[in-house]
Every structure is written in structure tokens, then in C-alpha cells.
């Protein structure tokens, strides 16, 4: 038998004793408040029917990266449609959400350059950056004060300036002080990169995102669209100039030496944004959020969102579990957010809103978990 390493066994023991240990599952419970799928176009098929017609005409395998043999006339005009729909020059297509903010933030800012992020940032960021020559200073979550006193101490000592934020965090539901931030480009020159993945499909002109909400698309610099969570289907984007699109196909690695999505993945997301701009779920979903926190407002364990996600915080990885495991048992889908994935004694039951829950769901929902 091929031995394990005992510092591995150790580290499993660990996460075992303090019951942060994770397994993979194949089936959930019937009434989901769990998944990213927002808008359902996943879990109702509607997707699919749009897509299968096409299927029989695309390829099953890229056979290669863009950069040799994976590129064709569909990528480039389905980036040409992503770029057009979210006001951008350009944009570019990854394989996933991961591989796009790994790829920009790895590539783009250099030695010399200084990163300011939001503590609070998803780990695909948090990778890229670490991939980075640039210096990095984390900022607390949500903290303009903080941000502006980093700006004021180090904005003369470096060549570019980035701000990496997420539009929609996905661990707590709330969103970046967007405005806020950009008005410290009054005094201090930087780029602004903004993560829309729990964004897109929720905020803006048919689903456009928050910064297209708030009409600030122009002032960033570079803006990530994931296509997992509410477009239902698969790979990622990275919209901006057509200086930036250039700039990542020669730089970043993670779309240079990866084989490219098939040519199915490519129609699902085409697809998917036609669903996007006729969606009648938007509406249905927003209706259960104000009703969501409406409902919850004088609870000061949940975090106040205005997007699909709604945190409860329920201290300790033993007590969330055995939360999680009471609505399992009622047949709902909710899962617990256990330490070290957040701070300890900010564990919490992760609330995903969707298009296809109910009101009567929603509501028996706040009840097992308030009463």
C-alpha cells in the first residue's frame, strides 16, 4: 500500500476533531435554499430546451487551447454579444469564474504596483493575487475609512493602483460601497476591479449586474461575469477595454495553457443571456427578497442583503451542522457556512433565494429557523 503522508493524516484528524472536516454529496434534500441557480434556468430546464437544438451542430471537445486550435467564429461572437450587453469594448471568455480572476489578477498588476482588497474577497481572488508581484493590503470589509487611509499612505510610492472588490459578496449577500469607492478617484488615481458573479442576473437593466445598476460601468477598469450561478450554465468573463482583452490573451495563464470550453459550453452561455434579457423571474425573485427582509428585519442574527443571499449566523461549526441537519430532515436544502471557510463564531446557515421558491416556502423557511 502507497503510504500517506502523517503530517496529511494530521491535518484530516484535525479538521475531523473540530468538525470542520467536508465530504462530497449525490443527492439533497427536495427544497432548495442552497444552490446559485437564481434564476432557475438550470433547475427548470428552460436552458437546456434552448440549448439541445444546437447540440447535434457543435463539437464535443475544443482540442486544444484558443491560442491553437480552440478558437472559432462562436467564441468571438459570443464575446462580441457579452461585450455589446454589458457596455464593455471587449470581452473575454474563461473557463470558469476561478480561472478568470486567477488569470487577471496574476497577469495584470506588476512589481512595482500596489493591490487594495476587500478582506472579505473570494478565494479565486485572494489565489490570483498571491500569484502577483504586486504588493498587497487587505482593507476591512466594507471600510471606505480604512481603503482611504491606505490610498493616502502609499498612493505615491507605487506605479498603478488596484482595488479588487466583489459587487455581491458571496459568503454574507451584501454588497461593495461601489460609489463610495469611486469617489476616492477624486484624490487618488486607481483601476477598480469588481466581481459581478452573485450579481449578474439579480441587479441592473435585465439582470446587467450592480455596477450597470448604479452606471458605473465605465469606471472600471475590469469587471468579472461568472456564468454558474444565475445564467445556469458554465464559464466566466472578463469584460473592459480592448487594451485589456489584448493584455490577457498574451499574459494571463490561466486562459493561455488551458484547452478551451467546448463549443456547447460556448451556445449555453449565447443562450443563456437570451434568457437573461426576456427573464420574467427576476421580478419574482426580488419579491421574495423584500419579503425575505421584511420578514427577518428586527433579527439582528441575519446579515441585511438586498440580494439572493441571506446569512443567519449561528455561532460554532456543531451548532450550524445540527441546524442543517434539522432542515434536512424537513426536506430543505440549506447549508451551513462552517470556520475556517468564515471567521470563527461567524458560521452561519447560507440562504439562497430562487425564482422557483414560493412564498409559502420562504415563510415556513423564517419560521423553523427563527422560532
Not at 479588487?164 to 451584501?174: L, N, P, Q
Not at 472600471?220 to 458554465?234: D, E, L, P, Q, S
Not at 445540527?322 to 434536512?328: A, G, P, Q
Amino acid at each position: 500500500m502507497i503510504s500517506f503522508p502523517e503530517r496529511l493524516l494530521n491535518k484530516l484528524h484535525e479538521v475531523k476533531s473540530q468538525n470542520k472536516f467536508r465530504t462530497l454529496k449525490a443527492s439533497y434534500p427536495v427544497i432548495d435554499f442552497s444552490s446559485n441557480d437564481y434564476l432557475g434556468f438550470s433547475k427548470s430546464g428552460k436552458l437546456q430546451q434552448r440549448v439541445s437544438s444546437l447540440l447535434a451542430s457543435t463539437n464535443s471537445g475544443s482540442t486544444g487551447s484558443r491560442l491553437i486550435s480552440g478558437n472559432s467564429s462562436l467564441f468571438n461572437n459570443t464575446e462580441d454579444y457579452i461585450a455589446q450587453f454589458h457596455h464593455a469594448e471587449s470581452a473575454l471568455i474563461f473557463n470558469s469564474g476561478f480561472d478568470a480572476n486567477l488569470g487577471l489578477l496574476s497577469s495584470v498588476p506588476q512589481k512595482g504596483d500596489l493591490i487594495l482588497s476587500d478582506e472579505l474577497i473570494h478565494a479565486s481572488l485572494i489565489d490570483g493575487i498571491r500569484l502577483s508581484f504586486a504588493t498587497h493590503y487587505k482593507f476591512s470589509h466594507n471600510n471606505i475609512a480604512q481603503l482611504n487611509d491606505l490610498l493616502e499612505r502609499h498612493h505615491a510610492s507605487f506605479n498603478e493602483i488596484y482595488i479588487v472588490v466583489e459587487s455581491v459578496y458571496s459568503m454574507d449577500g451584501d454588497s461593495a460601497p461601489l460609489i463610495k469607492i469611486l469617489e476616492l478617484a477624486k484624490h487618488y488615481h486607481f483601476h477598480l476591479i469588481v466581481d459581478e458573479a452573485h450579481a449578474i442576473g439579480i441587479f441592473g437593466d435585465q439582470g446587467r449586474g450592480l455596477c450597470n445598476e448604479l452606471n458605473i460601468e465605465d469606471k472600471c477598469f475590469a469587471r468579472i461575469y461568472t456564468y454558474g450561478k444565475a445564467m445556469g450554465c458554465h464559464g466566466a468573463a472578463i469584460v473592459g477595454s480592448k487594451q485589456l482583452k489584448d493584455y490577457l490573451i498574451n499574459f494571463s495563464r490561466s486562459f493561455i495553457y488551458t484547452t478551451a470550453l467546448p463549443e456547447h459550453s460556448v451556445v449555453s452561455i449565447k443562450k443563456a443571456y437570451e434568457l437573461l434579457i426576456n427573464s420574467k423571474e427576476i421580478t419574482h425573485l426580488k419579491t421574495l427578497i423584500s419579503n425575505f427582509n421584511t420578514q427577518t428585519m428586527a433579527d439582528n442574527s441575519f446579515i441585511k442583503s438586498q440580494s439572493a443571499i441571506h446569512c443567519k449566523i449561528v455561532p460554532g461549526n456543531t451548532q450550524v451542522s445540527n441546524l442543517e441537519t434539522k432542515l434536512s430532515d424537513l426536506n430543505f436544502f440549506v447549508k451551513s457556512i462552517k470556520s475556517p471557510t468564515v471567521k470563527e463564531n461567524q458560521e452561519r446557515l447560507r440562504i439562497c433565494l430562487h425564482s422557483f421558491n414560493t412564498i409559502e416556502e420562504v415563510n415556513q423557511l423564517i419560521h423553523l429557523i427563527t422560532s
